[in-house]
């Protein structure tokens, strides 16, 4: 399952905002306008293996963040 936000104008995630997706393995939230995150955003997504963030405006990032991503194995921080 994948949740692709892409091309938004997306600026922040906040807290718990994807609380009720836990079995999505796949999160692309590339080419936003993003510049800041919540350190509770990803609690939730239990089963994430892929996360997309490149092309953003992030000038720094709670690595505190990605605590509740246990499957994680690939995160894009590419162009921010």
Same mark, same amino acid.
């Given at each position: 399952t $994948?949740?692709?936000?892409?091309?938004?104008?997306?600026?922040?995630? $906040?807290?718990? $905002?994807f609380q009720s997706f836990e079995n999505v393995r796949e999160l692309s939230l590339w080419n936003n306008k993003i510049s800041s995150i919540d350190d509770n955003a990803f609690s939730g997504l239990n089963n994430l293996e892929r996360l997309r963030?490149?092309?953003?405006?992030?000038?720094?990032?709670?690595?505190?963040?990605?605590?509740?991503?246990?499957?994680?194995?690939?995160?894009?921080? $590419?162009?921010?």
């Open positions: $994948a949740i692709r936000l892409s091309h938004n104008f997306i600026s922040s995630i $906040a807290q718990n $905002a963030l490149d092309s953003n405006n992030l000038s720094s990032f709670n690595l505190k963040a990605l605590e509740p991503l246990k499957r994680l194995h690939f995160i894009n921080f $590419a162009i921010n």
